[in-house]
């Protein structure tokens, strides 16, 4: 069976700290995986996406993930929040074979604390 | 176009009136999908379109809901008779036919049923 575990549904940082949200996938096949950002009242935004090649890989407003093939995981970091990092985030995979479908997180909930 | 489109934004309709929910796709995306999005819960797949054709109906919760897709574009959902928990933010995303890219979402509509 193909599933997104976001293990961490709300997390609370202050300012300038860094955060770690932390995602795990299940698929028996190889995935690509993705991580999105919704702000409220809007739709989702793509903040970087793993196809291939190095397992680190840097988005948009400093978020980086680094995927981990044994530990199947694709935990997402930032090392300095600002307010404006407030926001509801979720992990995705899609299947390298058919990609009928992304398959998604229940989400987590980040609130940065002046 | 520029973006994914769905309209409307929010629709409030009585219980057991039936609704249309519309998404105008990216140009060009051949993969269109439909997702739900209740309170404080992730995104539920509903429905996935290939061109006009909808090889992945696994996600309909009943058969009050159904979908179509034409000319490769447009696509509505219609839900019969409403029902109080059909209440929830319905996104639609779109992406090309290659596996290897993400999809791009719109800003959904706010269904409540009343």
């Known amino acids: 069976a193909q599933s997104v575990t976001q293990l961490d549904s709300q997390v609370p940082v202050f300012e300038e700290a860094p955060v770690e949200l932390r995602c795990n996938y299940s698929?028996?096949?190889?995935?690509?995986l993705f991580w999105y950002v919704q702000y409220p009242n809007q739709g989702l935004q793509l903040l970087l996406k793993?196809?291939?090649?190095?397992?680190l890989v840097k988005g948009i407003n400093g978020f980086e993930a680094e995927f981990n093939k044994s530990q199947t995981s694709f935990h997402l970091r930032k090392p300095s929040v600002h307010i404006s990092d407030t926001a509801e985030y979720f992990c995705?995979?899609?299947?390298?074979?058919?990609?009928?479908?992304?398959?998604f997180g229940t989400g987590t909930s980040l609130t940065v604390i002046p | 176009g520029a973006g994914v489109s769905q309209s409307p934004s929010n629709k409030v309709t009585e219980k057991g009136k039936d609704v249309e929910l519309r998404c105008d796709p990216i140009s060009g995306h051949t993969a269109l999908y439909w997702y739900r999005q209740s309170l404080g819960q992730g995104l539920e797949f509903l429905i996935y379109f290939q061109g006009n054709s909808a090889p992945d109906k696994s996600g309909l919760p009943s058969d009050r809901f159904s979908a179509e897709r034409t000319g490769g574009s447009v696509s509505t959902l219609t839900i019969q008779r409403t029902q109080q928990e059909d209440s929830a933010v319905y996104l639609c995303?779109?992406?090309?036919?290659?596996?290897?890219?993400?999809?791009?979402f719109g800003q959904g509509t706010r269904l409540t049923v009343v």
């Open positions: 698929s028996s096949v190889s995935v690509y």
């Open positions: 995303a779109s992406s090309l036919s290659r596996l290897n890219t993400e999809a791009f």
């Open positions: 793993y196809l291939s090649g190095s397992t």
């Open positions: 995705a995979h899609r299947d390298t074979n058919t990609g009928n479908q992304f398959y």
